[in-house]
């Protein structure tokens, strides 16, 4: 691949990727563009994150490949994402809303309860020692924000899937969708391709420790395979439709796909 002027440091990473995207085949091109192509999916497909010019070569260099495990990865929502050791993890790990840490909701363990609704056998709302006596797994993996940072951390959980087995839903619906607590609201869809994901999680831990307020407590929906914006945290209620029901950044137009 030729050199190209735009690993000159401080060069806007916005062309850095339209021009990434030009060495793409041209199938591979349309399927990506289709696909959503932002900074944030590159960087979930490449897995390097674009903070300078060396880290930016470093993901041309993958992109131009396009090896069949890149390809699995943007085309197939069932690929694994990536994990790490527990020296990756990055520390500390990054808070990040539409309004600043002051102002994220503050949640009493004792009134919140996770309301289930739509298409759903059993619509029972459940409590924090309910939902915490779920068997967790803990998993380390990559969060990348559309904002242009990324960060590895490690959450635990139960797998959405195995909740969403025991609730009796119909997985043949369309969507999981997730209502938070923020004071201006904050939901996302997730497609149920998605949503039984071995990685989707029904997290309550960060990093060993009940999840803390500024990751979302009392629990998130932690979807390493999407990019973070993807990831609903304080999460109120989620119901299980056919209906695409829109998302806060959805609505603002950043593609509800958005990763793998
Ligand atoms: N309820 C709620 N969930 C949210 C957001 C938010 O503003 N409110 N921001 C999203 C975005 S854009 C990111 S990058 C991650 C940040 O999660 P963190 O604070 O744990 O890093 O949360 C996602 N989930
Ligand atoms: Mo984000």
């Known amino acids: 691949m030729a050199k190209r002027s735009f690993l000159i440091p401080g060069v806007d990473k916005r062309l850095l990727i339209k021009d990434s995207i030009k060495t793409m085949p041209d199938v591979t091109r349309r399927r ?3 696909g959503g192509a932002s900074l ?3 960087t979930l497909l490449t897995g390097c994150d674009v903070v300078d010019s060396s880290s930016a070569e470093a993901m041309l260099a993958k992109v131009s490949k396009f090896n069949d495990a890149v390809q699995d990865f943007i085309f197939n929502p069932d690929a694994l994402a990536p994990t790490f050791p527990e020296s990756a993890i990055t520390k500390p790990f990054p808070f ?4 600043d840490l002051d102002d994220a909701p503050e949640i009493a363990a004792d009134d919140w309860k996770l309301e289930v609704r739509g298409l759903v056998d059993n619509k029972k709302s459940w409590t924090l020692p309910e939902l915490y006596k779920l068997p967790q797994v803990t998993q380390i993996t990559r969060h990348i924000c559309v904002e242009g940072w990324s960060a590895i951390g ?3 959980g139960t797998p959405l899937r195995d909740f969403l087995k025991l609730i009796g839903a119909d997985t043949r619906a369309k969507y999981v969708w997730f209502q938070c607590a923020d004071k201006d609201g904050y939901n996302s869809p997730l497609d149920m391709r998605t949503a039984l994901h071995p990685q989707t999680q029904m997290t309550f831990k960060y990093a060993n420790e009940i999840l803390p307020r500024a990751y979302g407590f009392p629990m998130k929906i932690r979807v390493p395979t999407k ?3 993807k ?7 989620m119901e299980v439709t056919n209906d695409y029901k829109g998302g806060y950044w959805e609505d603002q137009g950043y593609n509800s796909f958005s990763g793998s």
């Open 32 to 34: 990506f563009i289709a």
């Open 154 to 156: 490690s959450w635990t």
């Open 96 to 99: 990040n809303a539409y309004y």
């Open 40 to 42: 944030g999916a590159l």
């Open 231 to 237: 990831n609903p945290k304080y999460v109120v209620s």
């Open 227 to 229: 990019l973070g914006f």
